[in-house]
């Protein structure tokens, strides 16, 4: 099993870990918070006929266990995108993956690609919201622009434009890595799913920034 190397991170007096496998553990909640996960995806382009290795998909539910296993959450939040668009056969596999985790809480915060029927979700005990406000922060999947942030009930969580940084070096070499984004109202989660891409934002000087490498998060300065 692993061993995380969180990096600790606190934010309103809430006390987070940033994680390498792009997932939050919020230690007041004993809550594991992920964003855009995509399962299905996979099925989804195998059933196009482009070839993705199989195993994709279970090594993303792979991971969610061993860090369920880990950290021992009480609650798991997805901040939207959890299967990706209609169901296929990736579905049972979730299925499966759920049925080891009888009395962990789930709550899926609906994103774009949520598109499957609320009552498959509703039979695996699956709490489905739009928004919701756990202490101070409201956990949604598509981030706020600056005008509905001032207005915001809390501080805001979500996911949706798989989020990078771009780092260089001194051969000219670039090279963008998931990231962490968060600004003085909003927090932007990297995507969990492997089989997602990333798009470098721009970071202003108010913004923290923590770049993903393969076994570590790190500050940006």
Not at 1 to 9: E, W
Not at 171 to 186: D, E, M, N, V
Not at 209 to 216: Q, S
């Given at each position: 099993?692993?061993?995380?190397?969180?990096?600790?991170?606190?934010?309103?007096?809430q006390n987070l870990l940033l994680l390498p496998q792009k997932a939050i553990f919020w230690e007041?909640?004993?809550?594991?918070?992920?964003?855009?996960?995509?399962?299905?995806?996979?099925?989804?382009?195998?059933?196009a006929g482009i070839a993705v290795p199989r195993d994709m998909e279970q090594s993303d539910l792979a991971t969610l266990s061993d860090l369920i296993s880990e950290y021992r959450p009480e609650k798991l939040l997805f901040l939207g995108d959890l299967f990706h668009s209609d169901m296929n056969n990736d579905w049972d596999w979730f299925i499966l993956w759920r049925s080891q985790f009888p009395s962990l809480q789930i709550i899926l915060i609906r994103g774009n690609?949520?598109?499957?029927?609320?009552?498959?979700?509703?039979?695996?005990n699956i709490e489905l919201y739009d928004e919701l406000l756990i202490g101070p922060f409201l956990m949604l999947h598509h981030p706020l622009p600056?005008?509905?942030?001032?207005?915001?009930?809390?501080?805001?969580?979500?996911?949706?434009?798989?989020?990078?940084?771009?780092?260089?070096?001194?051969?000219?070499?670039?090279?963008?890595?998931?990231?962490?984004?968060?600004?003085?109202?909003?927090?932007?989660?990297?995507?969990f799913g492997k089989f997602t891409g990333k798009v470098a934002i721009r970071s202003r000087?108010?913004?923290?920034?923590?770049?993903?490498?393969?076994?570590?998060?790190?500050a940006i300065d």
């Open positions: 099993m692993m061993i995380s190397a969180a990096t600790p991170f606190t934010l309103l007096g007041q909640q004993k809550a594991l918070i992920i964003a855009d996960v995509h399962f299905g995806k996979v099925g989804h382009f195998r059933k690609h949520d598109i499957i029927a609320d009552s498959h979700y509703q039979k695996l600056d005008i509905q942030l001032q207005h915001a009930s809390g501080y805001v969580f979500c996911g949706h434009i798989h989020p990078g940084v771009s780092l260089s070096g001194r051969g000219r070499q670039s090279i963008t890595l998931p990231c962490f984004a968060f600004s003085s109202k909003q927090a932007v989660l990297p995507s000087l108010t913004d923290k920034i923590f770049a993903v490498l393969k076994d570590k998060v790190i």
